[in-house]
């Protein structure tokens, strides 16, 4: 492929992204990727068509696996671990809970394990405060009142 037709396809796949697909800054590293081969051409690297496009697999997945997560993250400001998001929070439990036993309840539409890390049992109704998180394990203690 002619260098040019290299740059053509980088630029319109950074458009897409930019403008038209919300693909996570995938298109990115790829259009980068077919830019740098059509850059090496243009700078009058003359490689095999097997040689550019392996020079452009190799560049976008390399970039790709490299840089995307850290960019992503920078861009987007990145996802907050759920724990840090429900510690704290109010949970209510529809069954009575004794201190170190373990139940089912339902916290933002969606069931949990619920462990009661605290002294006191919860009473059937009532509610409780998520201390920690412990994979997919909520630890909980009795709301103070």
Known sequence: MPWWGWIVIGTLLFCAELFAIDAQFYLIFIGAGALIVGV???????????????????????????FRRKLYDMIRGGVLPVGDAVIGKSIHLEEQLAPGAI?????????????NV???TIASGGSATIEAMDGLTLQVKPLSK
Do not use: D
Not at 51 to 58: E, H, K, M, S
Not at 103 to 115: F, I, P
């Open 40 to 66: 090496t051409g243009m700078l009058g690297i003359t490689m095999p068509a097997w040689g550019q496009w392996l020079l452009f697999a190799v560049l976008s997945v390399a970039s790709m696996v490299t």
């Open 103 to 115: 139940c089912r309840a339902e916290y933002r539409g969606t069931t949990w394990t619920v462990k």
């Open 118 to 120: 605290g002294e006191a």
